[in-house]
């Protein structure tokens, strides 16, 4: 059997799943700016449009925009390398920084591409300020942003996963 993700809108955008609105309900919360599906490329492994371009942060560095691809927790490993060539390639086009979330806010595990070394990072695997409470996302922030979050990780987190699309309803906050 193979299951389909449902559609959502929030904040007049129509997602291609829950997953990806309750990111974008998440990066709201945490006060970062994003774009969904921004823009398609042509890359060497094919064509591309990742999930979220994430503007730049600081404007006297032209190369410091992210891109995000978001994946379900339970994505096979053959989804995973394939989404990591095409978000490498991205990365080496575009010299903007690239990041896969797989699964929720909640339970997130984060990838980026180091540019400068040519290779995958599992975020995890980082070390973090010492008794952070979500050390995965606050680097994840800290990083899109360069600045600690204004807004509680954990607070985020509840936003997100409290975020409801079902009969109609947005996802706002309420």
Not at 119 to 129: A, C, G, M, R, S
Request: negative net charge; glycine residues 4%; contains cysteine.
């Amino acid at each position: 059997m193979e299951f389909k993700a449902i559609e959502t809108r929030y904040k007049n955008c129509r997602f291609r799943s829950r997953l990806e609105s309750r990111w974008a309900t998440f990066l709201d919360a945490v006060k970062v700016p994003w774009e969904y599906e921004k823009e398609g490329f042509s890359l060497p492994s094919g064509a591309y449009l990742p999930d979220f371009w994430i503007p730049n942060p600081m404007p006297e560095w032209p190369y410091a925009g992210y891109w995000l691809e978001i994946k379900p927790s339970n994505v096979s490993a053959a989804d995973l390398a394939e989404a990591q060539q095409k978000m490498a390639e991205l990365t080496e086009s575009t010299k903007h920084t690239s990041h896969i979330l797989c699964g929720t806010p909640e339970d997130c595990k984060a990838y980026f591409y180091n540019f400068y070394q040519a290779k995958w990072v599992l975020d995890n695997d980082i070390e973090y300020p010492v008794g952070h409470p979500d050390p995965v996302l606050f680097h994840l922030v800290y990083s899109l942003t360069h600045e600690v979050p204004v807004v509680p990780i954990q607070e985020a987190i509840a936003a997100a996963m409290s975020a409801r699309f079902e009969h109609g309803e947005s996802g706002a906050p309420k």
